[in-house]
């Protein structure tokens, strides 16, 4: 442990990972022209893509984590670099289903390759990628993710 993480609690720990996490990925995937909220959405495309998916900007918010309006702003952006292709759903006229376009393929490929390395620097303390250590500490980050958070504090009492 450095100075700065001795005796931190877990939330302060999981803030600075998810921000170095954040900032390690943006400066990666910027020589391809992208940010880390650009690569999260174009790598889940990517992985639904290969399952045969063609998600709702609605079901790509729900898997990534982001906010619907931040799906949307960012899929236009993509879709103004010729990245990704925008369309109306079929069976839902309300909703827009995205998919990569050959360069988006192109580019996320590269993307996930880079990402990768930094993936794999990141869990080598651990025994890299397919370490037993990995699979127990993947196995703790969703349990995380799954617990639920309630929004309301002690701080929120009713006003008289």
Same mark, same amino acid.
């Given at each position: 442990?450095t100075?700065?993480t001795?005796?931190?609690?877990?939330?302060?720990l999981v803030?600075?990972l998810s921000?170095?996490?954040? !900032?390690a990925v943006d400066r990666? !995937?910027?020589p391809l022209g992208l940010?880390h909220a650009?690569y999260?959405?174009m790598?889940?495309l990517?992985?639904?893509?290969?399952?045969?998916l063609?998600?709702?900007? #609605? #079901? @790509?918010?729900?898997?990534?984590g982001l906010e619907p309006?931040?799906v949307s702003?960012?899929?236009?952006? @993509?879709?103004?670099?010729g990245?990704?292709?925008?369309? #109306?759903?079929p069976?839902?006229?309300?909703?827009?289903?995205l998919s990569?376009?050959?360069?988006?393929?192109?580019?996320?490929?590269?993307?996930?390759?880079? !990402?990768?390395?930094?993936l794999d620097?990141? @869990?080598?303390? &651990?025994?890299?990628q397919?370490?037993?250590?990995?699979?127990?500490f993947t196995r703790e980050l969703a349990a &995380?993710?799954?617990?639920?958070?309630?929004p309301?504090?002690e701080?929120?009492?009713?006003?008289?």
């Open positions: 442990m100075s700065t001795e005796g931190a609690t877990a939330g302060f803030w600075r921000t170095k996490w954040r !900032v990666a !995937v910027a940010t650009q999260a959405l790598a889940s990517y992985g639904m893509g290969r399952s045969g063609r998600p709702s900007q #609605r #079901r @790509l918010a729900d898997h990534t309006l931040y702003k960012l899929a236009r952006a @993509l879709e103004a670099a990245l990704i292709t925008r369309t #109306r759903d069976n839902d006229p309300r909703a827009v289903q990569l376009t050959e360069e988006g393929c192109d580019v996320t490929g590269r993307a996930i390759t880079v !990402v990768q390395g930094l620097q990141l @869990l080598e303390p &651990l025994g890299g397919d370490s037993p250590r990995t699979r127990q &995380l993710l799954d617990a639920p958070l309630d309301h504090t701080n929120d009492e009713e006003q008289p």
